[in-house]
């Protein structure tokens, strides 16, 4: 504390703390902490003398230099009190402005959650329990985001106006870890590959696989995942996955809707007729029981496939057993052990045709139908003249699509060991149901010579109908040359 009979301008200020003026009729105390950043006045009246004027105070403030953030209320209101006697008690008479830390340096992701964690209890909200966890799914190219440095921040100002600097922002401490490439001066993340984008550790990233340690269930919930996903257990039943890239499943598949533009592998999957798998490569499984499947590659199976509507652009191939039950159309053949069941079991089998077409066809079939028929009822002309066209369209349309060319297409079912009745074949342009069990191993292709289906020798499914049929053909010409 410093003593003053009259406060002067030109006094030394105190280094810390504040300092303390008495006079006949008060004694008054300011005080400064060491940042400068307040000023607080405290006041004492005594019994004699006079009271403290607003000019004497303002003289004191101004010996410390206090000259910025003063509070004209309070300082008023402190002068006020002081004239009528009250003595005060650390009353704020000035601040400072204090600065604004800079914003830490981030990452403003532009890539969103591919699913949302529905929450809430009102029973009204409709919250699906097998959506839990959520991915941030990017594809090769797509921007993640953008790092945002650091803040400098805003400086203050103290009570003698001077500046006081800002905590500037503290620089992130990540990895930019595999699949990532930056640009504009390391600014900007690219992703390098499609995947999940991953934080963890300290280090960003984009991962390709996700591995399920167990079986997918409430624990994990349904997977949406741009990448390869591999399930070491089983999936339960209403627990859906699409994997972009592939899926790899050890044990078995309940009723679930499954997705992949890769290859599918699992043990086995029976989905009571509401489950169904969209394969945009090779399927492979042990059994396949109740499910509607559309793949682009082949379905290769171990043990059988039980009551199935498959549509596939490769092949449908059973190794140990049979194909009973269902409709199945495979562009590159159809081979098993046995087809249908020995309690005869309708099971429908076309194969050399792309389903794509398959569809179409029935779809102008039920078209030109319908226009014929309108065309026998109608009584206008010019109605029956545009229906006429219409139904020509329809049969050049069918025409097209019967005689395309298809190098992948093979029209041919291998049996192994017995093909049963109550199965229907459907190969070209020919359709039989066959009427008693015929043993193998036989291949089944169209007779274009006698008509009907040709029952063979069995050949690998690597040998095309067309081929076989066309040395039958050249045979023929031989034998009626002589």
Known sequence: MTDHNEPSASSALPAIGGSEVKKLGYSLYLRIPDDRMECSCSYVPHEQGSMITRDELTAFMKQYNVREGIDQQAFDDFVVRAAGGQQQVDVLLAS???????????????????AVVQSGTDEATNVDMHIVQTFINVSSGDEIGR??????????????GLPVPPQPGKPM?????????????????????????????GEISVEE?????????????????????????????????????????????????????????????????????VCG?????????????????????????????????????????????????????????KLGSAASIHTKLQAGVDYHDVEELESLFAALAESQGKAKQ????????????????????????????????????????????NVQLILGSITEEIKEQKDGPLSVIENSIEGGLRFMSMTSLDVKATDIELAFVREQKIALRK
């Open 281 to 337: 490569g090779t399927l492979r499984a042990n059994f396949i029981h109740d499910v509607t499947i559309e793949c682009a590659g082949d379905v290769i199976v171990g043990v059988e496939i039980h009551n199935c509507t498959i549509r596939t652009l490769g092949r449908i191939a059973v190794d140990k057993g049979a194909i009973s039950g269902g409709s199945y159309i495979a562009r590159g053949g159809i081979e098993a052990k």
């Open 378 to 421: 109608s009584q206008s002309l010019s109605e029956i003249a545009e229906l006429r066209k219409t139904s020509a369209e329809l049969t050049d349309r069918i025409m097209a699509i019967r005689s395309k060319a298809d190098a992948v297409a093979n029209a041919k079912i291998n049996v192994k060991s017995a093909l049963y009745e």
């Open 96 to 114: 400072g402005a204090a600065p604004v830390a800079g914003t830490d340096e981030y990452i403003s992701l532009s890539v969103q959650s591919s």
């Open 147 to 160: 790092i945002i440095p650091a803040g400098t921040g805003t400086p203050g100002r103290n009570i003698m």
């Open 173 to 201: 401490n990540v990895k930019i870890g595999k699949n990532i490439r930056t640009e504009e001066n390391g600014t900007l993340l690219i992703a390098a590959a499609t995947g999940r984008f991953c934080q963890s550790a």
């Open 209 to 277: 696989e996700y591995v399920v340690k167990g079986d997918v269930n409430f624990r994990i919930g349904s997977i949406n995942f741009k990448g390869i996903v591999e399930v070491r257990g089983d999936v339960m039943d209403n627990f859906d996955i699409t994997a972009s890239k592939g899926l790899t499943v050890t044990g078995n598949i309940g009723v679930c809707n499954i997705v992949s533009d890769g290859d599918v592998t699992f043990c086995g999957m029976d989905g009571q007729d509401k489950a169904s798998i």
